[in-house]
Nanobody, 118 residues
């Protein structure tokens, strides 16, 4: 089991930057992958960015070139740096992790609101 706690959300204007952090309650080295999802009102939750234990990254097409995911295993933390934010980036952002317990399991944070005004 692991608890994930996000921080860093807020209200910014279009074109500005914002950084999110996700702190895990234990070592993240046992997680196969971690990442960020987002969910806007009335829409399905979608993958924004993910990073594997080996350091491979994946991004949604809509954020490529603007967002960067990284991890610091020593701090058990994953980050999402968001630049050139757009109003359509407005959503609740959830930290996600996948790892093996007795079964392969997904873990979720409580979410943090990101609002981008035009």
């Amino acid at each position: 089991q692991v608890q994930l706690v996000e921080s860093g959300g807020g209200l910014v204007q279009a074109g500005e930057s914002l950084g999110l952090s996700c702190a895990a309650s234990r070592s993240i080295l046992w997680l196969n992958a971690m990442g960020w999802y987002r969910q806007a009102p009335g829409q399905q939750r979608e993958l924004v960015a993910a990073i594997t234990n080996g350091g491979n990254t994946e991004y949604a097409d809509s954020v490529k070139g603007r967002f960067t995911i990284s991890r610091d295993s020593a701090k058990n933390t994953v980050y999402l740096q968001m630049n050139s934010l757009k109003p359509e980036d407005t959503a609740v952002y959830y930290c996600w992790g996948r790892g093996w317990g007795s079964i392969l399991q997904d873990y979720w944070g409580q979410g943090t609101q990101v609002t981008v005004s035009s």
